[in-house]
Structure formats: structure tokens, C-alpha cells
């Protein structure tokens, strides 16, 4: 994976998503706690992260095909549009005005599901242009050219996955000690700081232009086509969609069962989501130590570890039992999400990645918002341990369906599809419908 880190832009880019995603989990953190505070309900707090990404997940990925399309196309506008949204919530927990926050969650989160899609585009990009520049020339075959772009693809996934592992550890235990000790607002100045200083450091970059396909429509219109002429694919969407709504039903559970039923507080909340995070980093180092590991059932092991995790939460008698079954359940993160990023790349043809990714983070914002609903509403009409108890059962029951996709070649049709370069849209028309 140190490879990788031979590009200067591949530093960059990596470097900015850093920064991005701890300023992130400040603003995470910040805001769960502040809006529980001021309303003592779980609904609330769930409402908030549904408007962060119901709206952004539907908006993303029409948003994603216009910057690649504008003859400016550039990155950094979308981080400095998000610094503003975010410094406005900051204000504004001030004087706590629900659905204005609503509001501004939703602007916030369309912009960062954006930037995020085409910043994972983008890394992938420069990893596979920093191999065919250093083979330029020479006399290898295409087979082993492929496989070695193949492998910096996954090395450039994994250092992102490690780059979002190590902040997951350091923001929300620093957040969760800032929001006690400066309040809410200031861990969300900090976000917004955050945010500049990606666009600043990105302020050159553009997304690349296809001029085959120049309007927004044509772009929308090529991903879809090609998810639906890739059953493969088509299917590890659809199961990633439903583990999504088990997983992210545990966000708005976590801050009652962390201040509630553990009786932590807000520093015990952030150290819970630390002691994930420490997981995902161990998750992170494993995934980019197993490149000659199958990626199907990487990604079956993850999902299972995951489920597991939160059964132990709806056990575990104190914060250091739930914080050794956070880590558990963070491993299974770091490896299963970089694992569905490297799967769906290699089913795809490079001209489509930019649509893909944001279809893929739209799926993790509005998959998650039902997930949401569900997290809220179970710990509403129970209490955090049987909630989590539910939603560890169907997690733990999702790893069914990845597994079936490995034992059906998951793994084989994606490194053919890699090495033919993609898979093509499918010749039977599709109606022009965009969902």
C-alpha cells in the first residue's frame, strides 16, 4: 500500500480527505449531542441525520454528473459551500431552531456526498494513471498491466479506508471532549475549518471531462443502464442497501444507550465511537495486508462482525465491555466498506466511476436514513439494549446474502470485468427513466 504514496496528487487527495473526515466526525459528534440536549429524544436526533442524508443521497449523484460536466468542475467549490452551511448550524445552535437545521443538514450533506463521490473517483483515477505513466513504454503484457493497475486501485481504496479509520479514532474522542469542555458549537467551527482547508488544498483540481457523454442526463442515464445490465452488480447494491438500513439504525441509539444505559455521558459517547474507530483502523490494516485475499468473502467476514458487535452491545454491563465489542464491530467496517468500493470499481468501465461512487454513497445516506427511523423508533418504544439486540439479530443476518454473491463468483466476475476493462452497457435499450 506505501505505493500509493509515490504520487504527489494521491498524497493530496488522501490528505484532504483526511482532514475532511476528522473535521467531520467534530461536527458528528456535535450535533448528535446538541440536538439530544435540547430535546431529550432519539426521534430528534434521528430526524436531523435523515435530513444530512435523505435529501443529499437523491440530489448527490445529479450534483456529481454537473461538476463533471461544467467547464469549471472544480472540487473545491463544494468544500467551500459546505464551510458556510456549517458555520451557519454553528451559529444557529445558538438559538436551537429544529427545522432551520433541518434545512441547512440537508445542504451540508449534498455537498459532502459530492465531494466525497468524486474524491474517490479522483484517487482512483490518479492510481491508475500513476501506473500506466511509470509502464509507459515498456513491453508488458496486458494481462499483468492489468493486474498491477488492478492492485493500485485497491492500495489507493485502502489508504483511503485507513485515512477514514484513523480519524474515526482521533474525532470523536477529541469531539466528544470538546463539546464538554467549549460546547457544540465550537466542535462545529471546527468542521467548518476543516472544510477550507480541503479547498484550499484542492483548488486546482477538476474533475475530468468525458465529452461522449456532455450533459448531466447522458451520465445518469449511462450508470443506470449500466447497473441494470449487471446482475452481479445489480445484487451487491441491493444487499449493501439492506445491511445499510441494519447498520446506521445504531446511530441514533448509540447516544441514549452511551448516556442512558451506560450512564457515560458525553465523554463515554465519544469513546464508544472511538473505540469503533480503533477497530476500523485495525479493519483498514487488515484489508490493505490481504491483497491476495478474496474480496467476497472479506466482505462476508465484515458484515458478520459487524452484527456481532452490536449483539455484544445489548450485553455488554459497562463502557469497557461495549468498547471491546465496538472494536469488533470496527474491524468488520474497515474491511467490508473498502471491500464494496473495490468490487464495484472493478465492475465498472473507468469512464463510469465518477456516477458510480456517487451512486454508492447515495446508497450510504439513503439506506441508512431508513435505518435511522428504525434506530429511533425501536429505542423509543423499548430501550437501547433491546434495541440493539434487534438490529444486532438482522445485521448478523445479512452476511447470508454475501456470502451466496462469493459462492456464486462474485470475486471471479469482478477481476474479469477488471481485466476487460469494465463491463460495457448492455445493447438492449433501456427506457430513460432515472430513478
Given at each position: 500500500?506505501?505505493?500509493?504514496?509515490?504520487?504527489?496528487?494521491?498524497?493530496?487527495?488522501?490528505?484532504?480527505?483526511?482532514?475532511?473526515?476528522?473535521?467531520?466526525?467534530?461536527?458528528f459528534i456535535a450535533l448528535s449531542i446538541a440536538v439530544f440536549d435540547h430535546t431529550h429524544s432519539a426521534i430528534a436526533v434521528a430526524a436531523v441525520l435523515i435530513a444530512a442524508q435523505v435529501v443529499p443521497a437523491v440530489v448527490a449523484p445529479a450534483l456529481v454528473a454537473r461538476?463533471?460536466?461544467?467547464?469549471?468542475?472544480?472540487?473545491?467549490?463544494?468544500y467551500f459551500f459546505e464551510a458556510a452551511a456549517t458555520a451557519a448550524l454553528a451559529v444557529l445552535l445558538w438559538h436551537f431552531w429544529l427545522p432551520v437545521i433541518l434545512l441547512l443538514a440537508a445542504l451540508d450533506g449534498t455537498a459532502a456526498l459530492a465531494a466525497n463521490a468524486?474524491?474517490?473517483?479522483?484517487?482512483?483515477?490518479?492510481?491508475?494513471?500513476?501506473?500506466?505513466?511509470?509502464?509507459?513504454?515498456?513491453?508488458?503484457?496486458?494481462?499483468?498491466?492489468?493486474?498491477?493497475?488492478?492492485?493500485?486501485?485497491?492500495?489507493?481504496?485502502?489508504?483511503?479506508?485507513?485515512?477514514?479509520?484513523?480519524?474515526?479514532?482521533?474525532?470523536?474522542?477529541?469531539?466528544?471532549?470538546?463539546?464538554?469542555?467549549?460546547?457544540?458549537?465550537?466542535?462545529?467551527?471546527?468542521?467548518?475549518?476543516?472544510?477550507?482547508?480541503?479547498?484550499?488544498?484542492?483548488?486546482?483540481?477538476?474533475?475530468?471531462?468525458?465529452?461522449?457523454?456532455?450533459?448531466?442526463?447522458?451520465?445518469?442515464?449511462?450508470?443506470?443502464?449500466?447497473?441494470?445490465?449487471?446482475?452481479?452488480?445489480?445484487?451487491?447494491?441491493?444487499?449493501?442497501?439492506?445491511?445499510?438500513?441494519?447498520?446506521?439504525?445504531?446511530?441514533?441509539?448509540?447516544?441514549?444507550?452511551?448516556?442512558?444505559?451506560?450512564?457515560?455521558?458525553?465523554?463515554?459517547?465519544?469513546?464508544?465511537?472511538?473505540?469503533?474507530?480503533?477497530?476500523?483502523?485495525?479493519?483498514?490494516?487488515?484489508?490493505?495486508?490481504?491483497?491476495?485475499?478474496?474480496?467476497?468473502?472479506?466482505?462476508?467476514?465484515?458484515?458478520?462482525?459487524?452484527?456481532?458487535?452490536?449483539?455484544?452491545?445489548?450485553?455488554?454491563?459497562?463502557?469497557?465491555?461495549?468498547?471491546?465489542a465496538a472494536v469488533v464491530g470496527g474491524v468488520g467496517n474497515g474491511v467490508e466498506w473498502a471491500s464494496v468500493i473495490s468490487i464495484v470499481q472493478r465492475l465498472t468501465p473507468q469512464r463510469l466511476h465518477g456516477q458510480l461512487m456517487g451512486a454508492v454513497e447515495s446508497l450510504?445516506?439513503?439506506?441508512?436514513?431508513?435505518?435511522?427511523?428504525?434506530?429511533?423508533?425501536?429505542?423509543?418504544?423499548?430501550?437501547?439494549?433491546?434495541?440493539?439486540?434487534?438490529?444486532?439479530?438482522?445485521?448478523?443476518?445479512?452476511?447470508?446474502?454475501?456470502?451466496?454473491?462469493?459462492?456464486?463468483?462474485?470475486?471471479?466476475?469482478?477481476?474479469?470485468?477488471?481485466?476487460?476493462?469494465?463491463?460495457?452497457?448492455?445493447?438492449?435499450?433501456?427506457?430513460?427513466?432515472?430513478?
Amino acid at each position: 500500500m506505501l505505493s500509493v504514496f509515490a504520487s504527489s496528487q494521491l498524497r493530496r487527495l488522501i490528505g484532504a480527505y483526511t482532514v475532511n473526515r476528522l473535521g467531520t466526525w467534530f461536527g458528528f459528534i456535535a450535533l448528535s449531542i446538541a440536538v439530544f440536549d435540547h430535546t431529550h429524544s432519539a426521534i430528534a436526533v434521528a430526524a436531523v441525520l435523515i435530513a444530512a442524508q435523505v435529501v443529499p443521497a437523491v440530489v448527490a449523484p445529479a450534483l456529481v454528473a454537473r461538476v463533471e460536466t461544467s467547464t469549471r468542475g472544480r472540487f473545491s467549490e463544494l468544500y467551500f459551500f459546505e464551510a458556510a452551511a456549517t458555520a451557519a448550524l454553528a451559529v444557529l445552535l445558538w438559538h436551537f431552531w429544529l427545522p432551520v437545521i433541518l434545512l441547512l443538514a440537508a445542504l451540508d450533506g449534498t455537498a459532502a456526498l459530492a465531494a466525497n463521490a468524486l474524491l474517490r473517483a479522483e484517487t482512483a483515477r490518479a492510481a491508475r494513471n500513476g501506473v500506466e505513466a511509470r509502464e509507459a513504454g515498456s513491453a508488458r503484457d496486458a494481462g499483468s498491466l492489468g493486474k498491477e493497475v488492478e492492485q493500485a486501485e485497491r492500495d489507493a481504496n485502502a489508504a483511503v479506508n485507513v485515512a477514514f479509520s484513523l480519524t474515526f479514532v482521533l474525532g470523536p474522542a477529541l469531539a466528544g471532549g470538546l463539546v464538554a469542555a467549549a460546547g457544540a458549537p465550537a466542535a462545529i467551527f471546527i468542521d467548518a475549518a476543516s472544510f477550507l482547508i480541503c479547498g484550499a488544498m484542492l483548488v486546482d483540481l477538476r474533475a475530468p471531462d468525458e465529452p461522449s457523454e456532455a450533459s448531466v442526463q447522458a451520465r445518469l442515464l449511462a450508470a443506470w443502464r449500466h447497473i441494470r445490465g449487471m446482475p452481479m452488480l445489480r445484487a451487491l447494491l441491493l444487499a449493501e442497501a439492506a445491511a445499510l438500513v441494519f447498520f446506521e439504525s445504531a446511530a441514533p441509539i448509540e447516544v441514549a444507550y452511551a448516556k442512558v444505559t451506560l450512564h457515560a455521558g458525553d465523554r463515554g459517547y465519544g469513546v464508544l465511537v472511538a473505540a469503533w474507530g480503533l477497530g476500523a483502523v485495525i479493519g483498514s490494516v487488515v484489508f490493505a495486508r490481504s491483497a491476495r485475499r478474496p474480496l467476497g468473502a472479506m466482505l462476508t467476514a465484515g458484515i458478520l462482525a459487524i452484527g456481532l458487535a452490536y449483539l455484544g452491545f445489548s450485553a455488554a454491563p459497562s463502557l469497557g465491555v461495549a468498547c471491546a465489542a465496538a472494536v469488533v464491530g470496527g474491524v468488520g467496517n474497515g474491511v467490508e466498506w473498502a471491500s464494496v468500493i473495490s468490487i464495484v470499481q472493478r465492475l465498472t468501465p473507468q469512464r463510469l466511476h465518477g456516477q458510480l461512487m456517487g451512486a454508492v454513497e447515495s446508497l450510504g445516506a439513503i439506506c441508512p436514513a431508513v435505518g435511522l427511523s428504525l434506530g429511533g423508533a425501536l429505542v423509543a418504544l423499548s430501550s437501547p439494549r433491546q434495541a440493539f439486540l434487534v438490529v444486532g439479530i438482522a445485521s448478523t443476518a445479512m452476511a447470508v446474502p454475501f456470502l451466496v454473491l462469493y459462492l456464486r463468483g462474485l470475486d471471479q466476475r469482478a477481476t474479469a470485468e477488471s481485466a476487460a476493462g469494465g463491463a460495457q452497457p448492455p445493447a438492449r435499450p433501456v427506457p430513460e427513466v432515472v430513478p
